[in-house]
């Protein structure tokens, strides 16, 4: 149900844009959350959008974070800058159904390195 893209390989200090595009549910109705997991350590949450637009993010990202959404394209995007290694992780997206059932994106591998 939901298509990841983007991601990849860029030095610090650059930038990448997440894409998770939804097929057979109208994401503009569910709350959307990007999460990664880096090498030996939990997942953790990045941000959110609720159905309303608004957004929250963890410490780490804000003010280099930025998500969005498209609900013409039935997309939600993780744009992100200032790039750090510690932010090298595999990217996830996940929507929100209900309380006992969220969709899940494949993952995608963006690494920070120079």
């Known amino acids: 149900h939901l298509v990841q893209s983007g991601g990849g390989l860029v030095q610090p200090g650059g930038s990448l844009k997440l894409s998770c595009a939804a097929s057979g549910l109208s994401l503009d109705t569910y709350a959307i959350g990007w999460f990664r997991q880096a090498p030996g350590k939990e997942r953790e949450g990045v941000s959110c959008?609720?159905?309303?637009?608004?957004?929250d993010y963890v410490d780490s990202v804000k003010g280099r974070f930025t998500i969005s959404r498209d609900n013409a394209k039935n997309t939600v995007y993780l744009q992100m800058s200032s790039l750090k290694p510690e932010d090298t992780a595999v990217y996830t997206c996940?929507?929100?159904?209900?309380?006992?059932?969220?969709?899940w994106g494949k993952g995608t591998q963006v690494t920070v390195s120079s």
């Open positions: 959008i609720s159905s309303d637009g608004s957004a």
């Open positions: 996940k929507a929100r159904i209900s309380p006992l059932m969220s969709y």
